[in-house]
């Protein structure tokens, strides 16, 4: 399909068409499994997680876990030179630009080697955004000491080509991602009327994929621990059903993704994009809901902020935050 770059990072203006290959794919087994192969995985632990916030079950890595002193690492794997800051900070002056990281994060800890977001490595986002500098994630997780095949987890925050963009380089990996998400972006997204710019096809049809095989976890909604002292939190909207992270411990993190790209956001109390401009406000208080969590600004870490890598010792592309 045709796509336009829109100046927000993350938003893709598609075409009309769809191919109707995508959609068969996407109905057959996103839509089917909403209806019919979710109810069936439920003992797995696929829809219920969250459902009253329950506790996680040890097979999804939870409760028999004791809670771990989890070890932070952000890591860059390409750059997106000089993106125009109004994109990323709603209401920024126009003629500013910024070199933006593009960055996934592991957390280690409690049996489970977990990343946060997964990048991405197909070809045709390299002109859309002429990215520079690139590494492909797995090799990346390989500068930290990480075998692509040791990943338990991916945390994806949302379905954006950048993030969720990666999962295929991780097979052994099993995907946590809000319910809602899902549904939307494997169904109605591809619908007349509905959204999914910045959404790669193949990331829907891999997340599919992997469900099927009984590697993904649905997240029901906010406040949910998955594992323990992880607890992730929705609310931000930067996408259908976009979600955050806090990693309890000493001190304790936030990892914003993002729902909010920059210090910046929270200097200024400023947006990131969001799936609607009526989200702005409901992002905004998300920001200091995550500034709250963490218990300073300064543990949050946003979605694309170079700074991280100052801010936190940083030996290549590895930061080390805790």
């Known amino acids: ?28 087994f996103g839509l089917a499994q909403t209806s019919e192969g979710l109810g069936a995985r439920e003992t797995m632990g696929v829809s ?13 890595g939870g409760v028999a876990d004791a809670e771990a002193n989890y070890t932070i ?3 860059r794997y390409a750059t997106v030179p000089k993106f125009p800051l109004e994109g990323l900070v709603m209401g920024a002056p126009k003629d500013d630009v910024i ?52 990943v338990t987890d991916i945390i994806v925050s949302h379905a954006h080509w950048d993030h969720m963009g990666g999962i295929d380089l991780f097979p052994n990996a099993t995907i ?21 710019g910045g959404i790669d096809p193949e990331d829907a049809q891999e997340l599919v994929r992997r469900n099927v095989r009984g590697q993904v976890r649905l997240v029901n909604g906010d406040d949910v621990e998955i594992f ?13 059903a976009s979600q955050y992270v806090r990693i309890e411990g000493e001190p304790p993190y936030v990892l914003a993704s993002d729902n909010c790209y920059l210090y910046e956001n929270l200097k200024s109390h ?31 870490v946003p979605g694309h902020d170079p700074a991280q890598f100052e801010r936190f010792p940083t030996r290549g592309r590895v930061a080390h935050i805790r």
């Open 228 to 240: 323990p002292g992880i607890r992730v939190y929705t609310g931000a909207r930067h996408t259908f």
């Open 270 to 300: 400023r947006a990131s994009a969001t799936f609607d401009p009526a989200d702005e406000p409901g992002n905004i208080a998300a920001q200091q809901r995550m500034i709250s969590l963490a218990g300073s600004a300064e543990r949050v």
């Open 73 to 75: 690492r952000a890591i």
């Open 99 to 150: 070199d933006i990281a593009m960055v996934f994060w592991v957390i280690q800890g409690g049996r489970h080697t977990i990343l946060f977001d997964s990048g991405f490595h197909r070809e045709k986002w390299f002109a859309d955004f002429h990215i520079t500098d690139f590494l492909a994630p797995d090799k990346g997780a390989e500068q930290a000491g990480i075998p692509a095949a040791s």
């Open 1 to 28: 399909m045709k796509i336009a770059v829109n100046e927000r990072m993350g938003v893709i203006k598609a075409g009309s068409v769809v191919g109707a290959g995508v959609v068969i794919l996407l109905l057959a």
């Open 48 to 60: 219920a997680v969250g459902a009253g916030r329950p506790s996680v079950s040890s097979e999804s």
């Open 176 to 196: 946590w991602i809000q319910k809602q998400e899902y549904e939307y972006y494997t169904g109605a997204a591809w619908q007349p009327g509905g959204k999914h």
